[in-house]
T-cell receptor, first 114, second 115 residues
Framework: AQSVTQLDSQVPVFEEAPVELRCNYSSSVSVYLFWYVQYPNQGLQLLLKYLSGSTLVESINGFEAEFNKSQTSFHLRKPSVHISDTAEYFCAVSEVDAGNMLTFGGGTRLMVKP | DTGVSQNPRHKITKRGQNVTFRCDPISEHNRLYWYRQTLGQGPEFLTYFQNEAQLEKSRLLSDRFSAERPKGSFSTLEIQRTEQGDSAMYLC?????????????FGEGSWLTVV
């Protein structure tokens, strides 16, 4: 079984400042890693994912995450946030070849202030 | 854009009543998932189907919960004799089986409030 820990439940940050949302996981087998974003009263949208290859993955809206196998982490970063980035962010893992079932962390609420 | 569609979006019911939620996945997707999300928590896996076969069920899915996907297309999640602890958002998602790690697309969820 795997588990995901998001170390910060809330992250307040000023607009145009950099941000890092932390995610650590534990698993006895190889995993895929995901970040999802959830805006108020909406479902989850995939932000980015790591399956294999380059450990640095990027999204189309400026977020990036780096897979660190030795530290079992997949932290999400953005060099300059916008007000519109205010949302809940969820880190998730799935076991390789295990039906795509996702195990989610508890979420981090990113609050961007003007 | 025909994404994952869920209805009803909101349901308020009295304790002890039965409720049913429907999910229409993206049309060519053969995998369908149900998750539950309570306030301030991440989604928790409930069950998943590959075509019409229910392949995995979480221990969270008590005997009051039943999910079906009769023709491998839409799915229903029924909760019998609802309890206040069932209040949550029920999320449906779908994906293609082609390879593991394929993107899972979520619907907007069905909010259940048990009073």
């Amino acid at each position: 079984a795997q588990s995901v820990t998001q170390l910060d439940s809330q992250v307040p940050v000023f607009e145009e400042a950099p941000v890092e949302l932390r995610c650590n996981y534990s698993s006895s087998v190889s995993v895929y890693l995901f970040w999802y974003v959830q805006y108020p009263n909406q479902g989850l949208q995939l932000l980015l994912k790591y399956l294999s290859g380059s450990t640095l993955v990027e999204s189309i809206n400026g977020f990036e995450a780096e897979f660190n196998k030795s530290q079992t982490s997949f932290h999400l970063r953005k060099p300059s946030v916008h007000i519109s980035d205010t949302a809940e962010y969820f880190c998730a893992v799935s076991e390789v070849d295990a039906g795509n079932m996702l195990t989610f962390g508890g979420g981090t609420r990113l609050m961007v202030k003007p | 854009d025909t994404g994952v569609s869920q209805n009803p979006r909101h349901k308020i019911t009295k304790r002890g009543q039965n409720v049913t939620f429907r999910c229409d996945p993206i049309s060519e997707h053969n995998r369908l998932y149900w998750y539950r999300q309570t306030l301030g928590q991440g989604p928790e896996f409930l069950t998943y189907f590959q075509n019409e076969a229910q392949l995995e069920k979480s221990r969270l899915l008590s005997d009051r919960f039943s999910a079906e996907r009769p023709k491998g297309s839409f799915s229903t999640l029924e909760i019998q004799r609802t309890e206040q602890g069932d209040s949550a958002m029920y999320l449906c998602a779908s994906s293609l089986r082609e390879s593991s790690g394929n993107t899972i697309y979520f619907g907007e969820g069905s909010w259940l409030t048990v009073v």
